[in-house]
């Protein structure tokens, strides 16, 4: 908590203006603060509150508190007095159980009535903030007296300062400590709540297992983030921004300033006691053997204008793991061949190839922006060699961003080679020419899906087949050819089936189902992945499209590649991930067609696998989201299962999984798709278990994401679909709630979106689903009828369309 050195410099200011105002009574008090480097923004009221707390910190008697009737609690000792409050170290012992606690009351020298509003803000602030990093409340009272104290939990650590001097951090581990205090910071700050005074005294390290963790400690001037301006403004002198010396309006950017201070002075190694001011700092930075990116990163967040910091402490986070990861800052993403510099020093083992990608990564990356003529004035050798090279370490690139969730840093590399990509002169290449233009598209087309932009990675697949189409009969690149068909088979299909193409999906699968089986007629030691991936795609299609007996056929395909691969002992990471997700499209399976406690027995084998592949492979963010998924689907099944407990214990575990993975990686637009599946998913279970206002809650929150996820990709089919269903879950949760304006709103808008989109694809049974429910809310029972037999057909009746066709007095419509 905060030291005596607080109230020594408060009574030293006293004394001093106290000096002055004794040698000459006619000073303007505005004046005097102002010369004492006070902001001069107080009102006349705020400075004499100021002063009236300085005059009643100096007469007011000493508080004997240990004569107050605490209960159960009894003092040991006072540990702290300074700022608004009192710190004791107490015990409970009432008999049931002992246990150190810290007990927190109003400073004897402040008016109780003034501060009791505050403190009790504290108490509730504690109260709502639940995490790991936030010290706990356990207890609180008022005494007789009127004065409020609470009970928090006793951290036997040392605080953060200390604990880098007495272990001798090194520059990496005090990152360590900062990634996690970024954490601890974006919970509270995504609650609303704003600290205010963060400095080494406010934070402690509590070591669990050998393990040191921060905990942030003393709410005291704690504000909800809707504070305004106010006469006076708390915080420490050298931690504190500007704009929260000036006493003006903050937000979370504030807290970071001050943490960015700390983390500069910790990364130096001093004495935080007298903190320099930011221009110092860096300068100390610039001239130590402090990284430059991490010094960067402490410029960032101390910025003196807030519009120029990271806006959230999530933003520092990432930018700190990835210099922990040698990756690229998020200020250096648009710097091409800085980002293909940093992926090649991770690889330090491969010296040959480092070398060999530097000597070239200049040559390739002038010639992605020079004109065609200057590239044909390259050697076809040369040319095929550079470009054979570009798509390498693009596709390195790929993979290793993809682990870490970080895509969105190739776009602009993607773009370059796009741009090049369309100055060629086809006529000119050789088939190894054709080949490289070919692997180059796809990498675009990847690197354009996973950012959601899927009309463009549609462009891309399309333009790749048309160039691998040239060399489709030459015998001197059919080993290559086979495998860029399957390849490009598998990536083209999911975007087309996101947009709702089932005819164009099918034909794209078959020649990628085709391309492999020729591929291994020509290397039975081929890498059978794609063969794999299309036949699992192909099962989720023919599920879309209600053909159960083909589904069922692709999948049991799947599941035998893998289950074969598995037992030949081949990537085992990889093939376990690849298994548990042949597991859980089979569940899908028995969920439509078969039995549901098949497919629950399915899913729970699919989660083991999932974890086991993550424990090999702890750095790979796909595979962690791959669990995260498999979590979604087995609530969502307990749910229908009627197993509510169940259902809410792996959600929770599914929310708390994909909240960790877009603190990771919050540019990833899949993550957040499958974050809003969570917070749906979550809703409709504590709508079962009748706790409506938190299902209303989570409902809404997927509602804004899924909003925000069709924004970013409007010819998503997929997106839409997930939007208009939230809009019908929220919209039946305000009708619970006797909200009939705002439901009714909501079902018009899900009819609207997901009407067109079913007119497009008729034979898609969820678009289907969705609009059934849609019809029968708007109350358009003759239309949804019809539609309703084609689903009852298709085996699609579940306990959706069961309540809502009770709840509109329907039920004779369907059978069972």
Known sequence: MSGDKDSKDLEQLWQQLDQQFDQNDQLEPQQVLASRGLPDVFTDEGIGGALGQLLNQALVEEHDISKQDLGKYKIIRQIDSGGQSDVYLAQRDDGVYQQKVIIKFISARYDFSELKQQFLQEMQLLADLKHPGVVSILDGDITASGQPWLVLDYIEGLHIDQYVKQHQLSHRDVVDLFINLCDVLQFIHQRGVLHKDIKPGNVLINVHNQVPYPVLIDFGIAREQRAVRSGLS???????????????????????????????????????????????????????????????????????????????????????????????????????????????????LAALLVAFSVLFGLGFTIKYTRDISELQQLTVAEKNATDELMNFMLDDLFDNLARIGRIDVLQAVADKSVSHLSSQDIQALDAQGIIQSVKAYINAGRVYDQLDKSERAQHMYQQAAERLQLIADDQSVRHQYWQLASQLGVQHSQVLAAAGQQEETQTVLDRAIRAAGELLQIDPAADQRYLWEAHLEYGYLMMEYGNADAARKHIDDAIGISRKQLAEGLEQADWQYRYSHSLQARSWYEMDYGVLQTGISD???????????????????????????????????????????????????????????????????????????????????????????????????????????????????????????????????????????????????????????HEQEPNNKYYLHTLVVALLENSKPDEARPLLVQLQDAGMIDSTIKDTVKRHQLTDWIDG
């Open 603 to 757: 899913l729970e084998l699919a989660s083991a696998l999932a974890k086991q592949s993550i424990d090999q492979d702890r750095t790979d963010l796909k595979k962690q989201n791959n669990l995260r998924i498999l979590f979604n689907q087995l609530a969502f099944f307990y749910l229908e299962d009627e197993q509510l407990k169940a259902a809410e214990q792996v959600i929770k575990q599914a929310i708390e999984l994909g909240e960790e993975l877009q603190l990771k990686a919050p540019f990833n637009q899949e993550y957040s798709r499958e974050q809003a599946y969570s917070y749906s998913t979550a809703g409709e279970i504590y709508q079962q278990l009748n706790q409506p206002v938190q299902a209303l809650e989570l409902l809404t929150r997927s509602m804004n994401m899924s909003a925000t996820n069709l924004n970013n990709d409007p010819h998503n089919f997929s997106a839409a679909n997930d939007l208009a269903i939230d809009y019908l879950l929220v919209g039946g949760l305000h009708l619970e709630l006797g909200q009939i304006e705002q439901a009714n709103e909501l079902f018009f808008r899900a009819e609207q979106l997901i009407r067109p989109i």
């Open 234 to 348: 708390f915080g420490t002198q050298g931690y504190s921004a500007p704009e929260q010396l000036a006493g003006g309006v903050l937000d979370q950017r504030a807290d970071l300033y001050s943490l960015g201070i700390m983390l500069g002075q910790l990364l130096l190694g001093q004495q935080l006691e007298n903190p320099s001011g930011r221009g110092q700092l860096l300068g100390q930075l610039r001239q130590s053997t402090v990284p430059r990116d991490l010094i960067q990163v402490v410029k960032n967040m101390t910025a003196a204008d807030p519009q120029q910091r990271y806006d959230q402490a999530e933003a520092v986070r990432n930018d700190l793991h990835h210099w922990l990861r040698g990756l690229p800052l998020s200020t250096d993403q648009s710097r091409v061949f800085f980002v293909l510099w940093k992926a090649i020093k991770r690889h330090r």
